[in-house]
Nanobody, 124 residues
Framework: QVQLVESGGGLAQDGGSLRLSCKVS????????MGWFRQAPGKEREFVVA????????YYADSIKGRFGISRDNAKNTMYLQMNSLKPEDTAVYYC?????????????????WGQGTQVTVSS
């Protein structure tokens, strides 16, 4: 059974930082493209960042480029999202996702598995 569990969300101030983690159980992590989506109140879910199974390939949406950094540790079955220079418009529920398609850039946002989501709130 595959499970994705996010942690690290919370409250940050404008210009602050947070680090999200996504721990994956089940024998998929080392061969799977992983990503983060986010959904703000009243808005559609947005595909914001992804990383190839090896970590060599990354994709960033324009909205977070230069501020967020994605990484993974395949030995720990864990993916990370370092969020710097946070803005109030980054406020959303952030979802970890295991993508079903092989790596390409930009990645196809076809999700096989979702995490439960973690709230990130940035105050002005």
């Amino acid at each position: 059974q595959v499970q994705l569990v996010e942690s690290g969300g919370g409250l940050a101030q404008d210009g602050g930082s947070l680090r999200l983690s996504c721990k994956v159980s089940g024998d998929i992590f080392g061969s799977t493209t992983m990503g983060w989506f986010r959904q703000a109140p009243g808005k559609e879910r947005e595909f914001v960042v992804a990383i190839s199974w090896s970590g060599d390939g990354t994709y960033y949406a324009d909205s977070i480029k230069g501020r967020f950094g994605i990484s993974r540790d395949n030995a720990k079955n864990t993916m990370y999202l370092q969020m710097n220079s946070l803005k109030p418009e980054d406020t959303a529920v952030y979802y970890c996702a295991a993508l079903g398609a092989p790596w390409e850039n930009p990645p196809r946002p076809d999700v096989d598995y979702w995490g439960q989501g973690t709230q990130v709130t940035v105050s002005s």
